[in-house]
């Protein structure tokens, strides 16, 4: 790993440095980002993901947003918090493990069509670990998409991305897959709000911002 490292030990820290185990413990059925996020993101899912096609929902809870009208022969459900990943009906299977202890991934190489991480990417402590992995498990060929926008749990993102300016984090981002060798270079989609055009025509702005980074297996 030693020349694929992205970020200084300092820039892994996090406010709360207790075992983020304890963090998740209790079940949040909430949505963390606003519904035209979300449109937005199953409407990119919608674009980019094939039909009858195995999935990895990385970091993911009771919700995955993927199309309703896509069916996909296999979602694997990984996350913190087992209640969560109980209730997601579009999860054919799941497992729970802390990334940050252990970035190690159960599942076979070439295996998986996609991965996709919605707003957690900044919880990763060792993220070119996680994306050697990422890379390990997906296809030629296979597309890994992560999405974000400025809402976190403050105390449980990595320091790195606290001090980031949005711009930094998709840069950030971008770092997390061009270290890792045999992903093409990745592609940045960003609506700066997810408000309707005309309330941004009249300056009103509003409505979570939204960014996506895309990278193929070569």
Not at 61 to 72: D, K, N, T
Not at 100 to 126: G, H, I, M, R, W
Request: hydrophobic fraction near 40%; glycine fraction near 6%; proline fraction near 6%.
């Amino acid at each position: 790993m030693g020349d694929f490292m992205v970020l200084r030990p300092n820039q892994r820290i996090k406010l709360d440095d207790t075992d983020d185990k304890l963090f998740y413990e209790l079940p949040r059925f909430v949505t963390h980002v606003d519904d035209r996020f979300i449109q937005q993101l199953t409407d990119l899912y919608r674009q980019r993901l094939q039909p009858n096609t195995r999935i990895l929902d990385m970091m993911s809870s009771w919700v995955s947003h993927l199309p309703e009208e896509i069916q996909f022969s296999h979602v694997e459900g990984h996350g913190l918090n087992q209640e969560e990943l109980a209730r997601n009906p579009r999860l054919s299977n799941y497992f729970v493990q802390n990334l940050n202890e252990n970035p190690k991934l159960p599942l076979k190489d070439q295996d998986f069509d996609a991965v996709l991480n919605c707003v957690s990417v900044q919880y990763l402590q060792y993220p070119e670990a996680i994306f050697t992995e990422i890379h390990r498990i997906l296809k030629p060929g296979g597309v890994a998409i992560f999405s974000f926008s400025n809402r976190m749990f403050s105390q449980k993102a990595i320091q790195a991305w606290r001090d980031s300016s949005e711009m930094g984090r998709v840069q950030l981002v971008k770092s997390y897959f061009q270290v890792v060798p045999g992903f093409t270079p990745p592609e940045v989609i960003k609506n700066q709000s997810t408000a309707p055009n005309f309330l941004q025509w009249l300056g009103a702005g509003g409505g979570d911002p939204f960014y996506a980074v895309i990278a193929h297996r070569n």
